[in-house]
Nanobody
Framework: QVQLVESGGGLVQAGGSLRLSCSAS????????MGWFRQAPGKEREFVAS????????RYADSVKGRLAISRDNAKNILYLQMNSLKPEDTAVYSC?????????????WGRGTQVTVSS
């Protein structure tokens, strides 16, 4: 069982930056494909970004390309999401997810999420 704990959320003005972190309990973190998802009030959860277990490939939702960047540190068991040029529509609860696979297709584990609020 992998436990995922997000941190780094908060309130930021439009145009600002935040870096989210997701700490994993699993020593074999490097064998998991990882991703970030978000859910805004009244909306369904949506995909934000993912990264392969070998850190060889990333994928992004069109709405965040060029502004958000996913990365991982397998030695520290941490997943990151660098968020730049934030917009009010980025406001949501951001959750990290893990799947024991090369590429994230259907997450096996989820964190509880961290709130990101972008003011206009």
């Amino acid at each position: 069982q992998v436990q995922l704990v997000e941190s780094g959320g908060g309130l930021v003005q439009a145009g600002g930056s935040l870096r989210l972190s997701c700490s994993a309990s699993e020593r074999t973190f490097g064998t998991y494909a990882m991703g970030w998802f978000r859910q805004a009030p009244g909306k369904e959860r949506e995909f934000v970004a993912s990264i392969t277990r070998g850190d060889t490939s990333t994928r992004y939702a069109d709405s965040v390309k060029g502004r958000l960047a996913i990365s991982r540190d397998n030695a520290k068991n941490i997943l990151y999401l660098q968020m730049n040029s934030l917009k009010p529509e980025d406001t949501a609860v951001y959750s990290c997810a893990a799947e024991r696979a090369l590429v994230l297709t259907s997450a096996d584990y989820w964190g509880r999420g961290t709130q990101v609020t972008v003011s206009s």
